[in-house]
């Protein structure tokens, strides 16, 4: 037998080798499964107060200061 077939079989050997023992770790590993059994006391946890804060900074101009209001003409509407 040639050199490089006899590397290709040893690799192919090692590879069908590979997937056997996973194949069988799958099959032989225990599914976890949830413990209803166990069934803890459920506490309420307090609830967070909101506290309303001002923002605004004294003496800052508005925001619609600056902006200008536009009137629609009737040529911008469209139809």
């Known amino acids: 037998m040639n050199r490089n077939i006899s590397i ?40 967070s107060t909101l506290i309303a804060t001002s923002s605004a900074v004294p003496g800052a101009k508005e925001a619609t200061e600056a902006v200008k209001q536009r009137t629609a003409t009737p040529g911008a509407v469209k139809r």
């Open 8 to 47: 290709v079989v040893v690799i192919l050997v090692l590879v069908v080798i590979a997937g056997y023992l996973v194949w069988l770790r799958s099959k032989v590993q225990p599914t976890v499964s949830p413990n209803l059994q166990e069934q803890g006391q459920v506490t309420p946890s307090p609830e």
